[in-house]
T-cell receptor, first 111, second 113 residues
Framework: QKEVEQNSGPLSVPEGAIASLNCTYS??????FFWYRQYSGKSPELIMS????GDKEDGRFTAQLNKASQYVSLLIRDSQPSDSATYLC???????????FGQGTRLTINP | SAVISQKPSRDICQRGTSLTIQCQVD?????MFWYRQQPGQSLTLIAT?????????ESGFVIDKFPISRPNLTFSTLTVSNMSPEDSSIYLC??????????FGQGTRLTVV
C-alpha cells in the first residue's frame, strides 16, 4: 500500500511568520510530488509541484524534496490569513499515472 | 492547466435511487479520475476512468455500485447506484496529462436521505 503521511494539525501560525508543512511517503519509486490547497467547501487547487531533490520557489511558497529521506515540505513565508486552509500533499505512484493523497494538514493563520 | 466543469454541484437524493455526475474538461487529457471526500477527510480514489475501456477500480469500490463511463478524452460520468445514506459525500472529478499534476472539478456534494 503506497502511503503519504501528513500531520493532520491543526497548525496555528501568527500572521507574517513562516508556516512549515511536512509530508512523508513510502513509495521510493515516486518521482512527482504536489501540494494542494483546499478551502472549506471548495475543491483542491494546485499550489506547487516538485520533481527533483532540492528547493523550488514560487512567490511566498517554497517546496522542498528529499528523496533519500522520503519527505516533502512546503514553506509559506509571510503567512496571511488568506492562507488558512487545508493543505494536501500528493505523490505520484510509480508505474501508474495516479496520485496518492495524504490526509491533509489544517493550517490557521492568526491575525 | 485544465478547466473542469462538474455537475451537478449538489443534490439531495432518496435512498435506493441513482445519481449520475458529469465531468467535462476543456481540452483533451490522458487521465481522468473520480475521488470521494468525506467531511474533514482526505481524498479517496474511487477509480481511473479509461477512455474506450472499463474503468480501473480501487480496492473497496466496485463497478456495480460506481459505474463509470469515458466515451472520449474530455468527458466522463460517475454513477452512484442504489444509494444509501453512507454514500453521502463530496465526489470529485480530476484530470491529468500523463504523470503530472491533477486538476479538479468543483465537486458534487451528495446527500442521501
Amino acid at each position: 500500500q503506497k502511503e503519504v503521511e501528513q500531520n493532520s494539525g491543526p497548525l496555528s501560525v501568527p500572521e507574517g511568520a513562516i508556516a512549515s508543512l511536512n509530508c512523508t511517503y513510502s513509495d521510493r519509486g515516486s518521482q512527482s510530488f504536489f501540494w494542494y490547497r483546499q478551502y472549506s467547501g471548495k475543491s483542491p487547487e494546485l499550489i506547487m509541484s516538485i520533481y527533483s531533490n532540492g528547493d523550488k520557489e514560487d512567490g511566498r511558497f517554497t517546496a522542498q524534496l528529499n528523496k533519500a529521506s522520503q519527505y516533502v515540505s512546503l514553506l509559506i513565508r509571510d503567512s496571511q490569513p488568506s492562507d488558512s486552509a487545508t493543505y494536501l500533499c500528493a505523490g505520484g505512484v510509480q508505474g501508474a499515472q495516479k496520485l496518492v493523497f495524504g490526509q491533509g494538514t489544517r493550517l490557521t493563520i492568526n491575525p | 492547466s485544465a478547466v473542469i466543469s462538474q455537475k451537478p454541484s449538489r443534490d439531495i437524493c432518496q435512498r435506493g435511487t441513482s445519481l449520475t455526475i458529469q465531468c467535462q474538461v476543456d481540452s483533451q487529457v490522458t487521465m481522468m479520475f473520480w475521488y470521494r471526500q468525506q467531511p474533514g477527510q482526505s481524498l479517496t480514489l474511487i477509480a481511473t476512468a479509461n477512455q474506450g475501456s472499463e474503468a480501473t477500480y480501487e480496492s473497496g469500490f466496485v463497478i456495480d455500485k460506481f459505474p463509470i463511463s469515458r466515451p472520449n478524452l474530455t468527458f466522463s460520468t460517475l454513477t452512484v447506484s442504489n444509494m444509501s445514506p453512507e454514500d453521502s459525500s463530496i465526489y470529485l472529478c480530476s484530470a491529468q496529462r500523463g504523470n503530472t499534476e491533477a486538476f479538479f472539478g468543483q465537486g458534487t456534494r451528495l446527500t442521501v436521505v
